[in-house]
């Protein structure tokens, strides 16, 4: 891989109410804005010359992808390490709920309901990451959810800060290898 292009889905039944979904057993998907949003995607992608693209198994982040693709025969991955942090028993509540509950508590710890650690999450993030930089393909489209965006970004930490719906962020191969070589740093001895 030479170029690694990161995209959010685009806005979800979910996002409209800032409500959590990390179950695959409930079926959120875009709404008419993020339909909108995911074909402008495909504008914003039309001079990129894609050999792969990989998104999570939840409907929204796949159905972003078939929009932002539309015509082009792009080969699709469906990856399981991609898919969003499972919230346990903050499923289906609000987003404010569950990063209360997450500003309070370790990285390490299982929340109520079997909520997925945070570390365990960035630990599968860090994995597949790793996987999509040895691709063959020069270039790769990851659509993803916003916690595997912003652990690459900017490493994991109680808060994370808003990813952008369907927004491209591009990276070089060099800069996406150091990003991931930070997450794995962190991996390793990880905080809060």
Partial sequence: MERLILSRHAESGANTVRRVNGSLGETVRLTATGREQARALGVALAGEPIGVCATSEFPRTI????????????????LPDLNEIGFGAFEGLSLAEYREWANAHGSAEVGPGGAEPRA?????????????????????LVVTHALAIRYLLSGPSPYVEPVPLAEPHVYARAEAALLLEQLEAWLRSPTW
């Fill in 63 to 78: 159905e972003t992808a078939d929009l932002a693709l539309a015509g082009r025969d792009v080969p699709r991955l469906v």
């Fill in 120 to 140: 365990a999450a960035a630990r599968r993030f860090a994995r597949v990451f790793r996987e999509l930089l040895a691709r063959e393909e020069a270039t790769v």
